[in-house]
T-cell receptor, first 116, second 113 residues
Framework: NAGVTQTPKFQVLKTGQSMTLQCAQD?????MYWYRQDPGMGLRLIYY???????DKGEVPNGYNVSRLNKREFSLRLESAAPSQTSVYFC????FGTGVLYNEQFFGPGTRLTVL | GDSVTQMEGPVTLSEEAFLTINCTYT??????LFWYVQYPGEGLQLLLK?????DKGSNKGFEATYRKETTSFHLEKGSVQVSDSAVYFC????????????FGQGTTLQVKP
């Protein structure tokens, strides 16, 4: 089991460029999440997908789009990158759903993105 | 709104010292509470959890007790090791919010030999 995988590990963009961060999980989880981590601010939820075919905004969705391609994959797209999007991005997945008592999320290793 | 507040870091301790990292929360319902740990260069991993009041979560020598009366979930360890150096995040989830986790800002722990 690879768990949650993310590509790429590092990326440098120029302002205005676009890119897609890829995330995949092999645990057959229903729910998937994208977070950004900034110094002193913890993790903030960008978008999440409670189940295949659904996506919803989190705390900081502006400037991002997502696609839940299938149950395994959940991608995050920056259409026109800005320096304020310089951050570390984490994807996570969980079994959360009916009958699940608590939501343990499993995290990928992260993508470190710099926008110049 | 729902939120988690952790003590400011960084926390620097000598090996075998006692550790406490404070965490308090605000929630409209009855949350489940978690501590996640992030080792350098890695993603977060669950350290321990508690799903109802007075539950004690424990793992790898770390403990935290869900205190509803003080809305707290402080992390403790009796004797820290250099390998415990990491960033620790307190988090909550409410069953009504589709499983979203709300994180505190994180506390960096550095343990010196």
């Amino acid at each position: 089991n690879a768990g949650v995988t993310q590509t790429p590990k590092f990326q440098v963009l120029k302002t205005g460029q676009s890119m897609t961060l890829q995330c995949a999980q092999d645990m057959n989880h229903n729910s998937m999440y994208w977070y950004r981590q900034d110094p002193g601010m913890g993790l903030r939820l960008i978008y999440y997908s409670a189940s295949e075919g659904t996506t919803d905004k989190g705390e900081v969705p502006n400037g991002y789009n997502v696609s839940r391609l299938n149950k395994r994959e959940f991608s995050l797209r920056l259409e026109s990158a800005a320096p304020s999007q310089t951050s570390v991005y984490f994807c996570a997945s969980s079994e959360f759903g009916t009958g699940v008592l608590y939501n343990e999320q499993f995290f990928g290793p992260g993508t470190r993105l710099t926008v110049l | 709104g729902d939120s988690v507040t952790q003590m400011e870091g960084p926390v620097t301790l000598s090996e075998e010292a006692f550790l406490t990292i404070n965490c308090t929360y605000t929630a409209t319902g009855y949350p489940s509470l978690f501590w996640y740990v992030q080792y350098p260069g890695e993603g977060l991993q669950l350290l321990l959890k508690a799903t109802k009041a007075d539950d004690k979560g424990s793992n790898k020598g770390f403990e935290a007790t869900y205190r509803k009366e003080t809305t707290s979930f402080h992390l403790e360890k009796g004797s820290v090791q250099v390998s415990d150096s990491a960033v620790y995040f307190c988090a909550l989830t409410l069953s009504s919010n589709t499983g979203k986790l709300i994180f505190g800002q994180g506390t960096t722990l550095q343990v010196k030999p």
